[in-house]
């Protein structure tokens, strides 16, 4: 695996501007892990998102954002409906931050 290959997907609906994303894509750069903006079109659950991030991640860790704009970090071992954090888009740099911690082994921030 080259160090391009290297990221979190963060799958998000749509009616999400990248603006609204920014602060996740902040928390995960402040860590030195890369990510992947991937826009859906499709209605599904931010933990299905997640979930489907996850499975496609060479990391096993993604995030997903749902039309309501709830956020949750999944890891691809983890049961598909029950991911690792949950929070909503405004707390979405500590989640990105968390996800990268997760990736990265070390203790969650508060």
């Known amino acids: ?3 391009r290959e290297i990221y979190i997907p963060i799958l998000y609906h749509h009616c999400h501007s ?3 994303i920014e602060e996740i894509c902040a928390g995960l750069e ?4 890369p990510f992947s903006l991937l826009a859906r079109d499709r209605t ?6 997640g979930a489907e991030a996850a499975a496609m991640s060479p990391l096993q860790v993604g995030i ?7 956020v949750c970090v999944h890891h691809e071992k983890l049961n ?7 929070g909503s888009i405004q707390s979405g740099r ?6 990268a911690r997760l990736v990265k ?3 969650l921030s508060l």
Do not use: T, W
């Open 44 to 49: 599904g659950s931010f933990i299905e998102l």
């Open 80 to 86: 598909q409906k029950e991911p690792y954090l949950q």
């Open 18 to 20: 990248r603006g609204e």
């Open 94 to 99: 500590g989640l990105g931050k968390n996800a």
């Open 1 to 3: 695996m080259n160090k």
């Open 30 to 33: 402040e860590e030195g892990v």
């Open 64 to 70: 997903g954002i749902g039309e309501d704009g709830n």
């Open 105 to 107: 082994g070390l203790p």
